[in-house]
């Protein structure tokens, strides 16, 4: 266990749902982050919150709509997805400003298995 | 912008064999942090080792090293003694800590690596 926890962890959806994921972390880091893993394609970074503000959003479209209430939990609200947007969505966290990469390195939860039919 | 490439899309080596398994990255900064993940086919990712591009020493971590040539932007992962739960996806990341904000993992493309009994 890496201390990101994810919720649910498969989620089959229709194109008309709307869904959320959720991501907790329980390492008292400051920055957290969705990453979304499609077959055949390297992890793409979607969107960036360092101490609950966002600071990067990777050119998404806005059928994805993330949230972070506090340091500890992230949120991704899912509404009228497209097929393709079928993957493995992977949330992580980490200590931002730390100085070492021992600190700064990113802590990755077990994922949510997305399809969207 | 930093790119990861990782050439051999799959391995495959018998139970305790060493096998090596490439990296290779472009930047223009000096200072970075190299990282290699491993993700088991229950699909949780795991750090494996980390590296700072400052330090000249190799980072090793019990089975796990690594082969850090700064001037060739190169980081293999250098797998010893495999063992059977070796067998799973391996990426390898690349972060500039000085990227203002949360920072950035880019990650290469990943080789799958199956050990054999």
């Known amino acids: 266990e890496t201390g990101v926890t994810q919720t649910p962890r498969h989620l089959v959806m229709g194109m008309t749902n709307k869904k959320s994921l959720k991501c907790e972390q329980h390492l008292g880091h400051n920055a957290m982050y969705w990453y979304k893993q499609s077959a055949k394609k390297p992890l793409e970074l979607m969107f960036v919150y360092n101490f609950k503000e966002q600071t990067e959003n990777n050119s998404v479209p806005s059928r994805f709509s993330p949230e972070c209430p506090n340091s500890s939990h992230l949120f991704l609200h899912l509404h009228t997805l497209q097929p393709e947007d079928s993957a493995l969505y992977l949330c992580?966290?980490?200590?931002?400003?730390?100085?070492?990469?021992?600190?700064?390195?990113?802590?990755f939860g077990p994922g949510t298995r997305l399809l969207v039919l | 912008a930093q790119t990861v490439t990782q050439s051999q899309p799959e391995m495959s080596v018998q139970e305790a064999e060493t096998v090596t398994l490439s990296c290779t990255y472009d930047t223009s900064e000096n200072n970075y942090y190299l990282f290699w993940y491993k993700q088991p086919p229950s699909r949780q990712m795991i750090l494996v080792i980390r590296q700072e591009a400052y330090k000249q020493q190799n980072a090793t971590e019990n089975r796990f090293s690594v082969n850090f040539q700064k001037a060739a932007k190169s980081f293999s992962l250098k797998i010893s003694d495999s063992q059977l739960g070796d067998t799973a996806m391996y990426f390898c990341?690349?972060?500039?800590?000085?990227?203002?904000?949360?920072?950035?993992?880019?990650f290469g493309q990943g080789t799958r690596l199956t050990i054999n009994p």
């Open positions: 992580a966290s980490s200590q931002v400003g730390a100085g070492t990469s021992v600190q700064e390195t990113q802590y």
């Open positions: 990341a690349f972060m500039n800590p000085l990227i203002q904000g949360a920072q950035k993992l880019v």
